[in-house]
């Protein structure tokens, strides 16, 4: 068998049977109100007591990894880390949610995964200065709780531990299996990522919170203009698109930023200058130069550049005419952020011009077009079972992160494209209410 037949059958298959053996308890045996009574009645079935059992596992976690049996330690340390995902649904469940659990469940977090990430340290699988610098940030996110008065995970706190699991399986699997080439480079990418979601994590703890959504689309402005100077710097338009991603991901949460703590004045503002400058100027750019006749891709980026500004236009009139201040599940025409990604990655995957340009041209259409769409975040994402978001995520974060090091970017760009191909192709099979307000705000749309 070839090693990564092995890596499946005897670590894969036995995790995603654990794993859905979970699942499947989780919602058999609550299904109905006598059997949610039942839970709520057994103390050491309350969220708070599981996560207080976590924490002296990634210890044992530790210990059973220098005793020389990884297997074990593998399968030990992803049953508890399940646990974490097993503790918010019956919290949900069993409306369990407390205040201390707020504070509780993200220190088991950190105890299950920190004493790991030293021990790798320890060892020179992970870079010790990126280790250092991740733990001083996750230390100090854990401390501001004791004098901030929102203690819940953050959205990036979230993403930094989902992504430092999945960071761990990755070295886990080198520590068991030996140098793995297909993962092996993924691991200071994703430590390094770790490092910076650590910081942003903690970040957003101490500032207030109606400055939230402003600073994430200062981030995305950011990224927008940094996208423009690579291209018009002359380098390859493949690193200005992923400042095109990482600004997508942060137009994904400014919105709900927003409507969960509000805004500044000029907040909207932000917002639409960010998304006219990542999705619209940054995706122009690449857009004209990676045609061969120059005149015709500077055409093609002015259209596309065009439909961007008419949707942002649109939106403001529109919003204050129907005076719609909250989010909505469905919109009118394309979301700039799709036709971003689907301009985008078809210019650089694509070596067909007239694939191209039929591609830029028909996003313009859509854009500016009243097809209904269902907002991707709050409709569509939902509906996808949870392991399947995480497997998918997880994939696409290790293709991206294996492609960051080689500098070889065509697997996550071609599960992008596919991505957007399905999502422009949805109103042929997803039905829509009524629209209420186009995306481009992230206060009504994001």
């Not at 890596?7 to 654990?18: K, Q, R, W």
């Not at 750019?285 to 500004?309: C, K, M």
């Amino acid at each position: 068998m070839t090693p990564f037949s092995t890596i499946f059958l005897e670590i894969g298959l036995p995790v995603l049977i654990m794993l859905g053996a979970e699942r499947f308890a989780v919602s058999y045996f609550m299904r109905t109100p006598a059997q949610v009574a039942w839970v709520r009645r057994h103390k050491w079935l309350h969220p708070n007591a599981i996560s207080r059992a976590r924490y002296p596992m990634g210890f044992v976690s530790v210990l059973l990894l220098h005793m020389g049996f990884p297997k074990l330690c593998f399968f030990f340390f992803t049953f508890w880390m399940i646990t974490d995902i097993t503790d918010g649904d019956i919290a949900r469940k069993c409306d369990l949610h407390t205040e201390e659990g707020e504070s509780i469940d993200p220190f088991s977090d950190k105890l299950m995964y920190s004493p790991m990430l030293v021990y790798m340290a320890w060892i020179n699988l992970l870079n010790p200065v990126l280790v250092g610098l991740f733990l001083l940030f996750d230390i100090t996110g854990q401390f501001s709780r004791h004098f901030i008065k929102i203690k819940a995970a953050n959205l990036f706190g979230k993403a930094k531990t989902f992504l430092v699991v999945v960071l761990l399986i990755v070295v886990g699997l080198e520590y068991i299996y030996g140098p793995l080439p297909l993962f092996g480079r993924t691991i200071q990418p994703l430590m390094a990522i770790c490092t910076v979601l650590a910081f942003c994590s903690t970040f957003f703890k101490l500032i207030p919170n109606y400055w939230y959504a402003n600073i994430l689309s200062i981030m995305n402005l950011i990224c927008g203009l940094a996208g423009c100077w690579v291209v018009l710097a002359g380098h390859p338009p493949v690193y200005a698109l992923g400042l095109v991603f990482l600004g997508q991901f942060l137009d994904l949460f400014d919105g709900r930023a927003a409507e969960r703590w509000g805004s500044t004045p000029r907040g909207e503002i932000f917002d639409d200058v960010a998304d006219g400058t990542s999705f619209g100027f940054t995706v122009g750019l690449i857009v004209a130069v990676t045609f061969t006749h120059r005149s015709l891709g500077a055409l093609i980026a002015v259209i596309y550049l065009a439909a961007v500004v008419y949707r942002l236009v649109r939106f403001v009139r529109e919003k204050r005419r129907d005076g719609i201040a909250g989010g909505v599940t469905n919109f009118s025409g394309l979301p700039s952020p799709a036709a971003a990604l689907l301009a985008g990655v078809s210019c650089i995957l694509i070596p067909s011009e007239l694939i191209n340009a039929a591609t830029v041209i028909i996003a313009s259409a859509l854009m500016v077009s009243r097809v209904p769409y269902a907002h991707f975040g709050r409709t569509i994402l939902p509906r996808v079972p949870k392991i399947v978001r995480v497997l998918v995520l997880a994939t696409f974060l290790v293709l991206l992160a294996q492609g960051v090091r080689r500098d070889l970017y065509m697997a996550p760009l071609v599960m992008a494209y596919a991505s957007a191909l399905i999502y422009l192709a949805s109103p042929l099979f997803w039905r829509t209410g009524k629209a209420g307000a186009d995306p481009e705000s992230d206060l009504a749309g994001q």
